[in-house]
């Protein structure tokens, strides 16, 4: 087999062997690129985790003090879901954005925020992030991350700082 394709390679005219070696290492290249991207997708999306692993061991910690969440997973994930509307695509709505903070009771409700956010991927603005949205079409999991990764992505500092005074004004100890 291997002489077969050998010799039909030979005879091939100089501008075909030119497109043959060509389209192999055009595809070499995508698959090892392919490769090393999933690698580092994985290596991301572990880092990303570690916001909401952590967040899991300290929810531990607070429910062994008696301290529990004052909401369960399904209005958490409500909070989560206005949250991700408000962030994603072209603007950013502050107000929704207080408002998901200010629904939170006690620092096991962050927890479990933080917690139940874990990696979330991010939709880009069109207009003002063309190149960003082109990419978000190619690969929907371009853009993602913990909720600490959204909010310094889509609040500026002044923002942050009143997310921060909402938390402390109802002594959730936590700073983004």
């Known amino acids: ?21 060509v389209g192999v290492l055009g595809a070499t290249y995508i698959l090892i690129s392919q490769t090393i991207k999933r690698f580092r997708d ?15 061991e300290e929810l531990k910690k607070l429910q062994a003090q008696g301290v529990n969440p004052t ?16 962030m994603n695509d072209c603007g950013t709505n502050e107000e929704r954005v207080y408002d998901a903070f200010k629904k939170l009771n006690n620092q096991a409700d962050l ?3 933080v917690k139940n956010w ?6 880009p603005c ?25 909010l310094n992505f ?12 909402i938390l402390s004004d109802k002594r959730i100890d936590f700073q983004f």
Not at 42 to 56: C, G, K, P, Q, W
């Open 1 to 21: 087999m291997e002489n077969k394709v050998y010799t039909y390679y030979k005879e091939l005219p100089q501008w075909a062997k030119g497109v043959v070696i």
């Open 42 to 56: 994985a290596a991301d999306i572990r880092a990303a985790m570690e916001e909401s692993n952590l967040a899991a």
């Open 71 to 86: 909401l369960t997973s399904l209005q958490i994930d409500v909070i989560i879901k206005s949250l991700e509307d408000a």
């Open 111 to 113: 927890t479990l925020l």
């Open 118 to 123: 874990a990696v979330r991927y991010y939709r």
């Open 126 to 150: 069109a207009a003002s992030e063309p190149i960003s949205f082109g990419k978000y079409l190619w690969d929907n999991k371009s853009f993602g991350g913990g909720i600490s990764t959204w």
């Open 154 to 165: 889509d609040l500026d500092a002044s923002e942050i700082k009143k997310v921060n005074k």
